[in-house]
């Protein structure tokens, strides 16, 4: 994706950043741990992970050669592993147990989505419909997973071990946090990516009768 095709997204960045800082502020006094990894994890997998990689992008185009869909299916099923994996009671124990489980947990879902965003910003072309589908079921992962915390009737995790608790309450907004920024990043972005699609489509019909009239004037002149 080159970089004219990325300032709608940045700005969509922006807005989703002011929405997290503005959701932080807000439940700043009512956050609990839990929360507190979410919106961590949030900002590294929303914002920081995708302007990381338009900006590697930016540096380093190579339009010639998007990534394959493997790639694109390798990243979406490591992303998604990963946040179920971190989003399980085991995942949260041990993300709770210390700052190295919690750094261990941060550092893997950053490194899963920016090479989530990296496959995702290098689909061109006529290949702009697979990074569509990908952000789009991802998104709805997400929101599976924020559902799950917001609506159950109970706390999902039991810290025992760590003597430390999580209240329904901090659980819930959790929940409302992920559900309310994860997906205006996934789904705008699906937004953008569509529109540069059919634009691209726009201008290979535009293309094929010029090229037509350009082949039959040659036979013509003949």
Sequence with gaps: ????????FMAMELAALSLLVLLGLCYVQVAGVFSRHMIIHIALMTVIAPVLASLLLKLRYSPDKPASAATLFAAIVLQTALLFAWHSPP???LAMEGHAGALLMQATLLFSALWFWLTVFNQTGEHLWRAVIALLLTGKLLCLIAVLLIFAPHVLYSLAPTNMTIELADQQLAG??????????????AVALISRWFQTLCDQSDVAPQALAMESSSWQSR
Excluded: E, F
Aim: proline share 8%; with cysteine.
């Design 1 to 8: 994706m080159q970089a004219n095709r990325l300032k709608p």
């Design 91 to 93: 995942g949260i124990g």
């Design 176 to 189: 409302l946090l992920m559900v309310s920024v994860c997906p205006i990043t996934y789904v705008l972005a």
